[in-house]
């Protein structure tokens, strides 16, 4: 849950943002309730410790006394302590703070523990206003506040009875998680059970979790996902997956959109025909809300790259991968983090983990890869065109690469990570070898096992590939496939996510420039205030640099730009397509392809949503 709340006029601080953390999040792997505020300070926050004495000397003779703070350095420290000291005095347990000031700027984060989450939402708002008042020697009426903190508490705690079986279902390590009012579910998937409010008895010998494969990183996320589904459901599992297309159960897709967050993951761990879940876990989601869920059996980490830094208040790589390792951290002590050992910030998480390592690498003679080995560790590699699972002094040959579809006869080094990853996301989780042998070999990268990732259509005298690729990271990986092709020419259809930075956009064009012979720039429906002209300037600005006489046309449609590049496709050309809408460009091609002519555009299936 995000709050928006307007600044006003006074106060030495106002709350820009308040967020409700209900599971493992970026502030804390292990605090899994917590109110995360963002507030500007109308000064510098830099009183005295003579100053800050004072304040905490009048807030000790307000009516109920706030005398439990413990040590501080500053009004944000205080005001932090405050939100958790008046949920205290209305009767919730409630310790942690903590704060965050914000480089560069005068805005700080404040963290705090909540017990109920509409407490916590209403702590963070007075005690900002209590210290606000504090500070401005004017009077504040804490009283009111505590009770109306009491009235939440009775409104919306659990009873005694139901108090007690949550208690006992943790302390057995049952995930339990509140629906409504009146009902808690407890367990996971087909181990689930709902429990009514006031009822005094639930099955707790036969409630408990399911296997579950949280995937982060920032670029093969969904593809690996999907992937490690395919291999569980032909184990046998009834799995239930998230991306950042869908959330899909046993591969029918349910729902459409950005479905990478807590709140998909919670339908998934909620369906009791689920036996299995693999859950896509994207950056915005983590900061927005936290995790899902509160441990994995198996998390992986594909990469870490340049992407959405200056948004969500991450400027830098190494806070990305901080976001990222909130994943590997909810792994259980006796399960798996699977890591990339090519990627320097990925590798490195092993240290800030208490999990079994898995590591896999594109390179055999990985120095890494090698002393993990010789420790006996597992890991996966490519050795002599295989890919290949190492356990100690035991080898497995799963398949050949030019066996796997999804490899693209080997062009594709992203897909083969991929492939790494999820080959022992499968081993860990008891996959038998010749299942996984069977299953690269008939998973294809088409529109109904990868929408949306390299879908190549063959026509006559030219070929078109439909691809996610919208980052560095992405464009690098594309280049290295390109760069394989024999073709006679490459035109790229490409677009700017315009909430990115504008040297973001200089760059994407920069790369585009190294890929293709000709570009056709489209635009997304949204873009973040932005002018159409302003996207196409620094675009076109980046291809320029590289390539300064780059055919370049500006076809605004996404539709009308594939219907341009297809009818003007020369023999043995390779259009990319980066797409918007997963499925309704694929729709449009496959109607394109079937009926040799231009069919009419699609109408949207489903606006994208974030859950």
């Given at each position: 849950m995000v709050i928006i709340i307007a600044l006003s006029d006074s106060g030495f601080?106002?709350?820009?943002?308040?967020?409700?953390?209900?599971?493992?999040?970026?502030?804390?792997?292990?605090?899994t309730k917590l109110i995360v505020v963002k507030v500007e300070l109308k000064e510098t926050d830099t009183l005295s410790p003579v100053a800050l004495g004072a304040l905490s000397e009048k807030l000790a003779y307000l009516k109920p006394p706030l005398y439990n703070l413990q040590s501080y350095n500053s009004v944000l420290d205080i005001a932090a302590q405050v939100a958790v000291e008046i949920q205290c005095l209305a009767g919730m347990d409630c310790a942690y703070s903590e704060i965050h000031p914000l480089a560069d700027s005068n805005q700080a984060i404040l963290c705090f523990s909540y017990t109920l989450e509409r407490a916590g939402i209403y702590a963070a708002q007075a005690a900002v206003d209590l210290v606000n008042a504090i500070l401005a020697d004017q009077p504040y009426l804490l009283e009111k506040d505590i009770q109306n903190l009491i009235s939440i508490k009775r409104r919306y705690s659990l009873d005694p009875a139901t108090g007690k079986i949550v208690y006992k279902a943790r302390a057995l390590g049952i995930p339990v998680q509140r629906q409504d009012k009146h009902t808690l579910l407890l367990g996971w998937g087909c181990r689930q059970y709902a429990l009514k409010n006031g009822e005094d008895h639930a099955p707790l010998g036969n409630i408990g979790r399911i296997p579950v494969v949280a995937v982060t990183g920032t670029n093969g996320k969904t593809t690996t996902t999907r992937l490690i589904a395919y291999l569980a459901r032909m184990n046998g599992y009834q799995v239930g997956f998230t991306t950042t297309d869908g959330i899909y159960m046993n591969n029918e897709l349910e729902t459409i959109g950005d479905c990478s967050g807590p709140q998909s993951a919670a339908m998934v761990l909620n369906n009791p025909q689920v036996n299995f879940a693999v859950l896509e876990c994207a950056r915005g989601g983590i900061l927005r809300a936290g995790l899902g869920f509160d441990q994995c059996q198996v998390s992986v980490v594909t990469n870490i790259?340049?992407?959405?830094?200056?948004?969500?208040?991450?400027?830098?790589?190494?806070e990305l991968a901080k976001v990222k390792l909130t994943v590997?951290?909810?792994?259980?002590?006796?399960?798996?983090?699977?890591?990339?050992?090519?990627?320097?910030?990925?590798?490195?998480?092993?240290?800030a983990l208490r999990c079994h390592i898995a590591l896999f690498s594109m390179n055999p003679e990985n120095q890494r890869i090698m002393a993990h080995c010789d420790s006996g560790c597992l890991a996966a590699i490519i050795e002599d065109g295989y890919f290949t699972i190492c356990k100690w002094k035991q080898k497995f040959r799963i398949a050949r690469i030019n066996e796997v579809?999804?490899?693209?006869?080997g062009k594709s080094t992203c897909m083969m990570q991929n492939v790494l990853a999820a080959l022992l996301a499968a081993f860990v989780n008891n996959v038998p070898v010749e299942t996984m042998q069977l299953a690269?070999?008939?998973?294809?990268?088409?529109p109904e096992n990868t929408p949306g990732r390299m879908n190549v259509f063959n026509f006559d005298h030219f070929s078109l590939m439909i691809d996610y690729a919208?980052?560095?990271?992405?464009?690098?990986?594309?280049?290295?496939?390109?760069?394989?092709?024999?073709?006679?020419?490459?035109?790229?259809?490409?677009?700017?996510?315009?909430?990115?930075?504008?040297?973001?956009?200089?760059?994407?064009?920069?790369?585009?420039a190294g890929i293709f012979d000709e570009i056709i720039i489209r635009h997304d429906s949204y873009n973040s205030g932005r002018t159409l002209e302003e996207i196409n300037s620094l675009l076109k600005s980046g291809i320029r640099e590289v390539k300064p006489e780059m055919p370049i046309k500006i076809i605004s449609n996404e539709f009308e730009a594939i219907k341009y590049a297809i009818m003007h496709a020369r023999k043995d050309a390779w259009i990319f397509v980066n797409s918007e809408n997963v499925y309704d460009t694929l729709f449009y091609v496959s109607n394109y392809k079937t009926t040799d002519q231009n069919p009419s555009a699609p109408q949207l299936l489903q606006k994208r949503v974030l859950i």
């Open positions: 601080m106002d709350i820009l943002q308040t967020r409700v953390m209900r599971g493992p999040n970026y502030w804390s792997a292990y605090r790259s340049e992407d959405h830094l200056g948004m969500d208040d991450i400027h830098t790589m190494e590997p951290k909810t792994t259980r002590n006796d399960g798996y983090a699977i890591l990339n050992a090519d990627d320097d910030r990925v590798y490195r998480m092993k240290d579809p999804l490899c693209h006869e690269l070999k008939k998973f294809i990268p088409s919208h980052n560095e990271g992405g464009y690098r990986e594309l280049k290295k496939y390109t760069d394989q092709l024999r073709v006679s020419v490459k035109v790229g259809i490409i677009a700017a996510v315009a909430d990115r930075p504008d040297k973001d956009i200089v760059n994407l064009g920069r790369l585009a």
